[in-house]
């Protein structure tokens, strides 16, 4: 299917595990982001990437691992979750820096 | 530091028509973004204004003034799937961009 991609949906995890959120798309758009959405805050930037193997820290890295080895994925990792962690991730694409973003549908994580 | 107000949420009827402010403070500006996001969905693309002036696209119309760093979405005919929350966002001088928290928008019959 065209377009972007994130799985899992819904993800329930225990505090310390690690754990993998997925993002694909078939535009083949240069550039990729990775948000979380909290209530009472706007989208905040945690990682991008303007090309393979080019990944940079947004304004929440803490916590948080990336990697683009295909232009096609943008995997987020959190490596040992915390419950301040729980929170709606949203993956976007966009075929350049200042072009409109395309969203993924979200991917709501819950840290228990 | 960096900022974009906006309010937090708005009634209005429909047929009517609605405008949806926001304010920014940012270092530097390469162009302002509204989404709309539906309860439960990912925000989807509305408009882009980079010069000063009005950008009309249907019933929907955004403003844009930089020396005033002020915006507003104009929504014309409100249909009741116009209810949703509608985010600011502003292209900083990195190009990174700078979301609002987003204003809810609910429409009444």
């Known amino acids: 299917d065209a377009g972007i991609t994130q799985s899992p949906r819904y993800k329930i995890t225990e505090t310390g595990r690690q754990v993998t959120l997925m993002c694909h798309q078939t535009?083949?758009?240069?550039?990729m982001f990775w948000y979380r959405q909290d209530l009472g805050h706007g989208l905040r930037l945690i990682y991008y990437?303007?090309?393979?193997?080019?990944?940079d820290k947004g304004e929440v890295p803490d916590g948080y691992v990336v990697s683009r080895s295909k232009t096609e994925n943008f995997p987020l990792t959190l490596e040992s979750a915390t419950r301040s962690q729980t929170s709606v991730y949203f993956c976007?694409?966009?075929?350049?820096?200042?072009?409109?973003?395309?969203f993924g549908q979200g991917t709501r994580l819950t840290v228990v | 530091g960096q900022n974009i107000d906006q309010p937090t949420e708005m009634t209005a009827t429909e047929g009517a028509i609605v405008q949806i402010n926001c304010t920014y403070q940012?270092?530097?500006?390469?162009?302002l973004f509204w989404y709309q996001q539906h309860a439960g969905e990912a925000p989807t693309f509305l408009s882009y204004?980079?010069l000063d002036g009005l950008e009309e696209k249907g019933r929907f119309s955004s403003f844009l003034s930089r020396s005033k760093g002020y915006s507003y979405l104009l929504l014309k005919e409100l249909q009741m799937k116009d209810s949703a929350s509608y985010l600011c966002?502003?292209?900083?001088?990195?190009?990174?961009?700078?979301w609002g928290a987003g204003t809810k928008l609910i429409i009444k019959p």
């Open positions: 976007a694409s966009s075929e350049t820096e200042n072009t409109e973003a395309f």
């Open positions: 535009w083949s758009h240069s550039y």
């Open positions: 990437s303007a090309a393979a193997d080019i990944t």
């Open positions: 940012t270092s530097g500006f390469n162009g």
């Open positions: 204004n980079v």
């Open positions: 966002a502003v292209m900083d001088s990195n190009y990174q961009l700078i």
